[in-house]
């Protein structure tokens, strides 16, 4: 089976769960992989739940991560974690808010690049291909930022590995 | 990167890119969830798009483009084709000279909409070529494909979407540009005067049209099979075919990318060739009803798989038979409006004086959830005037006297305008109390202009509705305008004075979105007309 890797990034309108999701779904083309990325957005500007499901691989069929079958769950916001837990497959790997002190950021406003440097080590997409990304989804003034905070998402996760 | 390279698009934008590189000479619609990035991404890739006021107008301007030899884009949600239905189905009788492709994007689900509704069956009830892409690749090449049906056969068509088409993101490689024929008019009176002699014709010849139409259907690549195990076959259409191809990757597929009319004798061929055949489409059993009444023996979805979207779990339960309880996902955090929308003085002002709201469609929809629970019926764009006016004529004269209609400003352009004229036409003996809630965009579909804010889509200056005086020429008795602060107590004393007056009053409350105000200023330093802000304290 060509079986995708499952990514689901959730989190409250205004943090940046679909730039999140675009950055990562962006990698995953570069990389030269089947990609489909599929959100609902309309009312989520307005604060309320937002996810947005990647889906990467040889091959990508239905465009949403079937229930309970995330690889990866990808948490922006504290009390998004258990209304969405039940995406996480069995030993599926919780990305949680707690994983990063946003005051230690440049930007805050880059938490959501932060938690996508944090998935990063554990997914098979080179930092080249990341910074890329980051490069094409944002504007040249705030690159410099989102890069710190991806490093500092990537550290995090490593000292959590270690 | 070249044009002709391998890109990462939403359905929407692919339609975008099919539709410049169609050779559409100009892209309409009015914006709507989930439709309404197609063309915001066709003028931001050098395509010609506009906002129209409405769906209607919208859809017949496309038809002036498309009589004049061109061709022409129209895009709306599900429920703007409800408002476009009028013309579209005459156009579907006089026929079209160049290209006329309606996009209807569907909800199903209700991600961001009033009514889960299907409008694959408007392409049967107005006699229109349908097609239903399953993902980008395809957004882009029906697109396409829509544009020589249309032209092939001098028929408007419709691409049906749905919220998971727009808005994944999938890779696209793109194909070689259309060739594109100049502009023309030709006179042809007979085919395009409606009058009953003429019509009558016009249906015989739409009729015509389907007969070979269904023909052909037979034998495009657009519906194509997908050989596998003889036990199992599924027929199915749009992203259903990507749920159903990834938990039933063993069975025989009959693929329908374009599913109306019918390719009946494939499908027959088809029903044959397999044990099990089972149909899987979201929403209402369109495919299943008519492979059914075309006396084939199919397997339908189970009811309870009607509502709401299809995934790939709801999938394996319709092939399993299973009807029991699916299991439910805690609620999220629902939407609110925002901190420092200007809604909240005006929603508090109901609240505290107990009104009776006939409310509308768009952000301040979200007065009808707690803190305020102040919205008592939101139907459909621009019903708030008409609504709020019977609720005055029947109930009791204190209870009257509470009813307040409360529209945005796009949606009062949309739709408000003839609610005001049947308000000065046929007053309630209380009167009646209009809100207008300025914010001065679309702030509920992402900000878009209309013909209030003075802005086209691509936010450049240009001619601007202004409502107060738009009022008075209507010949309401009292018009006002309300800079919106932050405190309630201005507007609600302006309010109780309003509703006592027993006067045909418009109120016009004005601020410019919280989201939006950065960027309005901005627009307003580059393409100067009457800046919101200036308005607001006149």
């Known amino acids: 089976m060509n079986k995708p890797i499952n990514v689901v990034i959730a989190g409250l309108g205004g943090q940046g769960v679909i730039k999140a999701s675009d950055i990562l779904s962006e990698t995953a083309f570069r990389s030269g992989l089947a990609v489909k990325k599929s959100e609902i957005h309309g009312m989520s500007q307005r604060g309320g739940s937002v996810t947005s499901d990647v889906r990467f691989g040889p091959e990508v069929l239905s465009p949403m991560v079937p229930p309970g079958e995330a690889d990866f769950l990808v948490v922006l916001a504290p009390d998004q974690v258990e209304v969405n837990r039940s995406q996480l497959k069995p030993g599926g790997v919780l990305i949680a808010p707690d994983l990063v002190d946003s005051a230690k950021l440049a930007n805050r406003k880059s938490f959501n690049i932060a938690l996508l440097g944090a998935l990063s080590t554990h997914l098979d997409l080179t930092v080249e291909k990341w910074q890329e990304a980051i490069h094409a989804c944002l504007p040249e003034k705030l690159h410099a930022a989102n890069e710190q905070a991806f490093a500092a998402g990537r550290q995090a996760a490593n000292s959590l590995k270690s | ?182 502009p023309f008019f030709e006179h042809d009176l007979r085919g395009r005067n409606l009058i009953p002699a003429n019509a009558r014709p016009a249906h015989r010849r739409l009729r015509q049209k389907l007969a070979e139409m269904a023909e052909w259907s037979e034998t495009t690549p657009l519906n194509y099979v997908l050989p596998g195990s003889q036990q199992l076959g599924i027929i199915t259409s749009g992203v259903s075919f990507m749920h159903a191809r990834e938990v039933a990757s063993e069975a025989s597929f009959l693929k329908l990318g374009f599913t109306h009319p019918l390719p009946l004798k494939k499908i027959a061929e088809f029903v044959r060739s397999v044990e099990r055949c089972v149909v899987i489409e979201e929403g209402d059993p369109y495919l299943a009803d008519a492979i059914r009444a075309a006396g084939l023996v199919v397997e339908n979805k189970p009811e309870m798989y009607r509502f709401g979207e299809l995934n790939t779990n709801r999938v394996k339960r319709i092939l399993a038979h299973d009807v029991s309880p699916e299991p439910t996902r805690p609620p999220g955090k629902p939407p609110e409006l925002c901190d420092g929308c200007s809604h909240h003085v005006v929603f508090q002002a109901f609240k505290n004086l107990d009104c009776i709201v006939a409310g509308d469609i768009g952000c301040y929809a979200l007065g009808v959830l707690p803190p305020y629970s102040a919205m008592d019926c939101c139907v459909c764009m621009g019903s708030s005037i008409p609504i709020g006016l019977g609720l005055r004529h029947v109930l009791p004269k204190a209870e009257a006297k509470r009813v307040v209609s409360v529209i945005g400003d796009s949606t009062f352009v949309h739709s408000g305008m003839t609610g005001l004229a049947e308000m000065v036409y046929n007053p309630p003996p209380t009167g009646h109390v209009v809100v207008i809630l300025d914010n001065s965009t679309t702030a509920m579909t992402g900000h878009q202009e209309h013909p209030g804010t003075g802005r086209t889509l691509d936010h450049s200056a240009t001619g601007k509705i202004v409502y107060e005086k738009l009022g008075q020429a209507m010949g309401l008795e009292d018009v006002r305008v309300i800079p919106l602060g932050k405190d309630c107590a201005a507007f609600q004393s302006i309010l109780v004075e309003a509703l006592a007056s027993e006067k045909l009053v418009l109120l016009i409350a004005r601020r410019p979105c919280v989201l939006a105000a950065k960027h309005i200023r901005e627009y307003e330093k580059c393409a100067p007309g009457t800046p919101a802000t200036e308005v607001a304290h006149e």
């Open chain 2, 1 to 182: 990167m070249s044009s002709l390279d391998r890109q990462l698009l939403s359905g929407d934008s692919a339609i975008a890119l099919g539709a410049l590189h169609g050779g559409v000479a100009l892209g309409t619609g009015y914006p709507g969830t989930p439709s309404t990035e197609i063309l915001e991404y066709l003028a931001q890739i050098g395509g010609k798009a506009q906002w129209s006021p409405n769906e209607k107008v919208a859809l017949e301007v496309g038809i002036g483009v498309a009589y004049g030899g061109a061709r022409s884009l129209v895009t709306m949600k599900h429920v703007g084709v409800n408002v476009a239905a009028d013309p579209l189905f005459s156009v579907a009788h006089t026929g079209v000279v160049g290209a006329l492709v309606l996009v209807s994007a569907d909800d199903p689900g209700m991600a961001s909409s009033q009514n889960e509704q299907d409008n694959r069956r408007y392409a049967v009830a107005a006699a229109l070529p349908m097609l239903e892409p399953a993902d980008s690749q395809e957004a882009y090449d029906f697109m396409l494909a829509a544009i020589e049906i249309s032209e092939r056969w001098h028929i408007p068509v419709l691409l049906r979407v749905t919220t998971r088409i727009c808005h994944t993101q999938a890779p696209v490689v793109p194909a070689a540009p259309l060739p594109v024929k100049a």
